[in-house]
């Protein structure tokens, strides 16, 4: 007897094997990682550049001030979310205290100050976690509206307000091309091998 070939059996297998799980060694998942920080940071920029020239156009270093927190932006939490990722910004020299540089990622930091390092880096922190960190440099003169030399480039009306907010304020007397901060994106690693075999979420880690 012929057997009559199933309704939509192409569609299904090709479905199946889009969600069979890959065999991923550790480098494959580091390189992805990799990847996958190097597109939230290049979102990030791109959207807080825009924001800033936008708002320091209208208002000035007032109105800049509530926008400077990218990695709070809907869109780049939309892309943290589907990697599975948390970012943040970290610095030697905070303006907000949030950003403090913790003793894990120290000589990360080091090694761009030095110029050792200019390019993004992935570790894996644990069985857990994976780390993405890539260096953030003053790239351009508007910057300097809010992180330059008080009196020259900034303001003392501006300097004000921050000092208002930011009473430990540290970020100031940059120039154009200095190393600011560097980013600290942690990647949970269930969460990211689930992604990049196109599987539910597996992990319920708080963001």
């Not at 800033?52 to 926008?67: C, K, N, R, S």
């Not at 993405?132 to 790239?139: D, E, F, N």
């Not at 300097?159 to 009473?167: A, C, D, H, R, S």
Request: glycine share 6%.
């Amino acid at each position: 007897m012929k057997i009559k070939p199933i309704e939509g059996g192409k569609e299904i297998a090709q479905e199946a094997e889009r969600h069979k799980v890959k065999r991923l060694t550790q480098q494959d998942i580091l390189n992805a990682a990799r990847k996958a920080g190097d597109s939230v940071v290049a979102l990030a920029t791109q959207q807080w550049d825009a924001r800033l020239i936008e708002q320091l156009t209208q208002g000035g270093v007032a109105a800049a001030m509530p926008h400077c927190q990218p990695e709070n932006y809907e869109e780049v939490e939309a892309l943290q979310h589907k990697y599975g990722a948390i970012s943040r910004r970290v610095s030697g020299r905070p303006r907000n205290p949030q950003n403090q540089l913790d003793a894990q990622v120290t000589t990360t930091l080091q090694r761009y100050t030095q110029s050792q390092s200019d390019s993004a880096e992935v570790v894996a922190l644990n069985q857990e976690e994976l780390l993405y960190t890539a260096p953030i440099y003053v790239r351009q003169e508007n910057c300097l509206n809010c992180h330059g030399t008080p009196g020259k480039e900034l303001a003392p009306a501006d300097y004000t307000l921050i000092q208002e907010k930011y009473p430990k304020d540290q970020a100031i007397n940059y120039k154009k091309g200095d190393l600011i901060g560097m980013w600290h994106i942690t990647f949970d690693k269930a969460d990211f091998v689930a992604f990049l075999n196109d599987q539910p979420k597996k992990s319920r880690r708080r963001r």
